[in-house]
Every structure is written in C-alpha cells, then in structure tokens.
C-alpha cells in the first residue's frame, strides 16, 4: 500500500475529499440562490416584510451559511490541488482563524439556530398564551429578536476570535481548517450545543404548540375553529422547518461530538455528513412552498409564465389576509 501511495498524486489520495468539496460548493450555491428568493419574496411585500422578520433573518442566516460552504469548498479544493511533497500540512491556529470560511461558518450555523428557537416560542406562545400573544407580539417585537439573535451570533464569534488570539494563536493545526481547527476544543463544544439545542428546543416547542392547537380544535366550539386551523398552519410550518433542521443539523453535530469518544467514524464520512448543514438550508423554501400559502402567492405572482403569470395571480399586499403570525 505505501509503495502505491508513492506514486500516486495529491489529486488522486485526497480524491474522496475533492468529491466533498465538490459538494460543499455545488449544494452551497444552491443554498444562496434558494435562500435569495426566499428573502426577495418575503420583503416583497409590506405586509410580508413586517409579519415574517424572522423568517428573512433566517433565510440570510441561511444563506451566508451557503455563502460560507461555498467559500469552504473552493478553498480547500485549491489548497489540495496545489499540494506539493514541500506542502506544509500544518498552519498556525490564528492563521485558519483568520480564513473566510470557518467564521462564516459558526455565523452560519448559530445564527438560524438562534432564529429557528425565537420561532419556536413564538408559536409556543401564541398557542398556550393567546391573549399575552396578541398583546404584545407585534411588528417591534419581532424586530427586537432578530436584533438579539444577531447580537447573540456575532458575540459568539468574536469570543471565538478572542479566546483564538489569546490562548491558541501559536499553536498549530491542519491545514484544511475546521472550526475545532480554528477556535479549539472548548469553542468547537460550545458551537454543538448551540447548533444541536437550538433546533432540538425550537422543535419540542412547535411539537408542544402543535399537539395543543389540535386538541383545541377538537374541543372548542365550531365558531372558532377557523382560527385555530390558522394557528394549526403556522405551527405545521415551524414544526417542518425545526424538524427537518434537527434531521439535517442537530444529529449530524450529536455524531460529531460523539466522535472519538462515543464512537469512531472516518474523516471521509465527516466530510460528507458536512454537506447536509447546507442541505438543511436549501429545504425551507420547500416548506414555505408546500406550507405557507402567502408565500406560494407571491412566489407565483413573480413567475411569468402559465398559469402562475402576474395576469393569474393576485399578489399578497392586495388581498385581505386574516391570519395571525
């Protein structure tokens, strides 16, 4: 095996995390094209704009998440393909700090963790508080929890930056740069917790919202129904996105930190598991397509041709719309 090695390049032994990369870019630029559309539509509309601020904070989320795979995947691609037998494997920690993509990346994955908790209690709230619900969830409101997430995601990672330059600078690590690469043990432990409970949280929430909304619905009277349907939607819709994020996000980092103490998995099948973090941010306009019925109106209302032309469709600002965020 070793005599084989010898002979072969660069470009064929790292070959399965080429493919990868590959797919970090491919997936990534999907990301950033769906996740653009999503924060066109949204902010299409006045009454869109206000109702849905959390749902554009997190297709942006989404999408410097994309941004950042992107960046990822071409980096590392260029750094394999430029390898030589000099090639230094390893770099200074501050230097892979330094780089686009791993801070991009935290920012990517903290940032619509943070927003999807907020949406989880906020359907939480609307459908176990209504009336404190009515009171005071309102278009401010929602705007002073995008504003915490951002502070929130942006604070974590200057304390990344930080804790980096004061404690890890001088060290060394590889040179195909990870977030534990990075910003070190303790940070990469706190960036899991973040990613895995944010999304677990926000679900039971929406699951707790949901099961509550249904059986409502069974017992209040037929009169009210129709709003409690209403709250049913929304909450199918955070309940979609929450559990095809904790699928595609929440477990992927639980195996993650498990690795080489729980179990053992290769680099290689890391590598690839990556690529469903940006999967995740690609879904969501999936659900709001198959869930949101505002959004599928408006999305239509721009497509034009067939039956979805403007002449077709009546877009969202010019209709009465009766339900509640």
């Known amino acids: 095996m070793s005599q084989a090695n010898v002979t072969q390049t660069f470009e064929q032994i790292y070959a399965d995390y080429l493919r990868s990369y590959a797919l970090y870019v491919v997936v990534g630029a999907i990301a950033i094209f769906t996740n653009i559309i999503i924060v066109i539509i949204f902010s299409s509309s006045s009454q869109l704009r206000v109702k849905y601020q959390l749902l554009i904070a997190l297709a942006i989320g989404e999408l410097i998440n994309g941004v950042a795979f ?48 907020f949406l989880g209690l906020e359907r939480f709230a609307a459908v176990h ?14 705007f002073k929890m995008v504003v915490i997430s951002v502070v929130f995601a942006l604070v974590s990672l200057g304390i990344a930056f930080v804790q980096t330059y004061i404690f890890l600078g001088k060290n060394l690590t590889v040179f195909l740069c990870t977030i534990m690469g990075a910003y070190g043990t303790y940070y990469s432990a706190w960036n899991y917790i973040v990613t895995v409970f944010g999304y677990l949280f926000s679900f039971g929430l929406n699951a707790s919202a949901f099961l509550t909304a ?13 709003d409690i349907g209403k ?20 477990i992927p980092n639980i195996i993650f930190w498990g690795q080489g103490k729980l179990w053992s998995i290769s680099v290689i099948a890391i590598s690839y598991l990556n690529v469903s973090f940006c999967a995740s941010s690609v879904i969501n306009i999936f659900i709001y397509i198959f869930f949101n019925k505002e959004f599928r109106m408006q999305l239509f209302h721009f497509i034009p041709i067939g039956p979805w032309s403007k002449s077709a469709v009546t877009p969202v600002n010019q209709i009465e719309t009766t339900m509640r965020p």
């Open 129 to 142: 508080f209504p009336i404190w619900y009515k009171v005071n969830m309102n278009g401010n409101a929602r």
């Open 214 to 226: 249904k059986s409502k619905s069974r017992l209040i009277k037929s009169g009210l129904n129709a």
């Open 70 to 117: 992107v960046i990822a995947g071409v980096t590392k691609q260029r750094l394999i393909l430029s390898m030589t037998n000099n090639t230094a494997m390893m770099w200074p920690v501050w230097s892979c700090a330094t780089e686009w993509y791993p801070g991009l990346l935290v920012l990517g994955a903290q940032w619509p963790a943070c927003v999807t908790l």
């Open 231 to 250: 709250e049913i939607t929304l909450v199918r819709l955070m309940l979609s996105i929450s559990f095809f994020s904790t699928l595609l996000v929440s």
